[in-house]
């Protein structure tokens, strides 16, 4: 299948929803049926384990970093017309920062209304997990700060498809409860339930974003404010260490990285923050294709492998993004310590660390309305 112009499809929800794991199985669903696939990547920071994530799974891919999608719309774009004209994608998916919201304001009507003639905008998609969810709506008790919970809530207010990830760790009963305070949020919004990693229950949510198109409303009142202050409270790490040397033993590099994000998540569950979304990946050094990935999404998690080294590493690099709602040098030392004594036997090198506070939302352009 060919189209005219590119498919955009943005893939949004909170951190932890599952919004890569949905995106790779997208990708792959796509892909089987003919269609070429591009992939732009955001953060606030850089050295994203999403982008290592899709350049191992060998699609085309760019990198935002510095501010989300609103924030950074020029670079978006741009972004998106090098894919076209590199690799000629018919479809286009953008995964924006987990902690952004007023997505289709900022980002889906100025596309439609400066670049329509270039992007056939899909419909508006919110991954949410369900443990998660239930927190945020009150179904559960509170782990993230009402401020946060702000973010969370008018991410499904702009929600045109809310997709609940991981329905299989909840049983019918709490199910339909959610999609009952889903609706109480959203009514206009269609509420679907699939598993990613199962690959269960995708293809009704699939087939609406390659053949529908966006009818979303912008956010009816947003306060900037208190958006900002939600993204304030979430400390933000992205680390890169080189790990293992040419004249050093080998070692088993998906036992390594689940103890590093074992360890972390120990030292912020002993302090009592609450992590929103840690995830990593060890690839082998110079082989983006190899690599191991583990992710958990809450401080009462584990990690998990969702990708495995075949064979033992003797150089690797590690890439680590942690978001949590602490402050970031605490993030800093955790992984510092983890990494330190997960690999104590190993030689390693931390490359690049950066942590931070997200900056004030400003976005290139607002429009809050359809013409």
Known sequence: MTVATARYIMVGGFLGAGKTTSILRLADWLTARGLRVGLVTNDQG???????????????VEEIVGGCFCCRFTSLVEAAESLVRETAPDVLIAEPVGSCTDLVATVTLPLEQIYG????????SVVVDPLRAERVLGLADAKLSEHVGYIYRKQLEEAEIVAINKCDLVDAPRLERLRTALAAVNPRASVLECSARAGTGLEPWFARLLADASQAAAIAEIDYDRYALGESLLGWLNAEVRIGAADAAEFDGNTLLVAILSQIR????????????????????????????ANLVRTADVAHLSHRLAEPVDIGRLLVNLRAEADPADLERAVRAAVSAAAANVPHEVMHLEHFRPGRPVPTHRIPARV
């Open 117 to 124: 003639d270039r992007f056939a905008v899909a419909p508006m």
């Open 46 to 60: 850089g050295g994203l384990v999403d982008t290592a994530l899709a350049a191992a799974h060998r699609m085309p």
């Open 266 to 293: 120990e030292a912020l569950a002993a302090s009592g923050h609450e992590i929103a979304h840690l995830k990593g990946t060890l690839a082998i050094e110079g082989d983006p294709y190899e690599l191991a990935a």
